[in-house]
């Protein structure tokens, strides 16, 4: 279940200092005050208002980083979070202060082969708040670009609006599957993600969310790409979005050899967040039961409430 940690502001000194929370290493989360950062020339600076715990996250806490991208130094995790526009900085760019923003943690580079193709998603070059050596939004004050921000209705909750995010995660997924009206899903997973992903499927045109055909798998367990090409059917789809415990998987050749289904990995999302934020504010998903449990800031050093069961 994902945990919303929202906050009710830290008594700051003159406007000046900040609480931040670090990721040390695994099970190593700390807050620390600090001075506030100052947004630059090309920056809003935002105020947290609520993030959303991610798998990843746990992967970052337990295992100290997620494959190859290892906690070297003190990180402020927290890329699927929600703000309001402070200080003036976001008026040129058309977001007044007061405004309630989502904000898409990736910001690639515009200029490499996959960006330049289309696919922004799968930039070697990105710069991904929250992750290790990038700070994210798990701060009382956080300055983000302007094109990394999207208005949300004024009366939008800000635990809602911090789950865009992940719900660009698995309205990615089901793009690249290619989900064909009436056809069959089989989803594997129960957790944010996969919940997410039986919904938007539903709203895609699926006939139902049970075998039959395309499988999405988006678990943590080693076992589960699989598990998925065990029940795909026959020259079906398997999509894997989860991330497995210790950075590896397993698969029967023989299995995948004579079925031969087209198996893709979904990484992150593309330029989704418009249509991840209008699907929220329309109310064609229920995404508010994702969001399970609320905590200040403070409490995320706890050690049970700063590590969720996803």
């Known amino acids: 279940m994902t945990q919303a940690l929202t906050e009710q502001h830290h008594d700051v000194s003159q406007g000046q200092t900040m609480r931040r929370a670090l990721l040390h290493g695994p099970h190593d989360l700390r807050l620390r005050d600090e001075r506030r950062p100052e947004a630059l020339p090309g920056e809003v600076m935002l105020r947290h208002s609520a993030v959303s715990v991610c798998g990843s996250d746990m992967h970052d806490h337990h295992e100290g980083g997620t ?39 990736a910001q690639n580079c515009g200029h490499c082969e996959q960006c330049l193709a289309g696919y922004p998603n799968l930039c070697p070059n990105v710069r991904f708040l929250g992750s ?57 997973g129960a957790g944010p993600i996969g919940r997410m992903i039986a919904q938007v499927a539903r709203v895609c045109g699926a006939a139902h969310v049970r075998g039959e055909a395309d499988v999405l798998e988006a678990t943590i367990c080693p076992d589960a790409p699989d598990q998925a090409a065990q029940v795909a059917r026959i020259g079906g789809r398997v999509t894997l ?56 800031l403070k409490a995320v050093t706890h050690p049970k409430r700063s590590v969720p069961t996803m």
């Open 241 to 296: 979005v989860g991330i497995p415990d210790g950075d590896r998987f397993e698969m029967n050749a023989a299995n995948a050899r004579r079925k031969a289904p087209i198996i893709k990995m979904s990484r992150r999302m593309g330029q989704i967040y418009p249509r991840a934020t209008e699907l929220v504010s329309r109310g064609r998903l229920d995404i508010a039961s994702i969001s399970t449990h609320h905590y200040d």
């Open 67 to 105: 494959g190859p991208a290892a906690i070297k130094a003190p990180t402020t995790p927290g890329h699927e979070f929600a703000a309001t526009v402070i200080g003036g900085s976001g008026e040129r760019f058309g977001l007044p202060d007061g405004s309630l923003v989502a904000a898409d943690p």
């Open 132 to 188: 290790p050596g990038v700070n994210g939004g798990l701060a009382e004050y956080v300055p983000v670009p302007p094109h990394s921000l999207f208005a949300v209705p004024e009366d939008s909750a800000p635990a809602l609006t911090a789950l865009p995010e992940p719900l660009g995660a698995a309205l990615h997924a089901l793009d690249i599957t290619n989900i064909r009206p009436m056809s069959g899903v089989t989803v594997l």
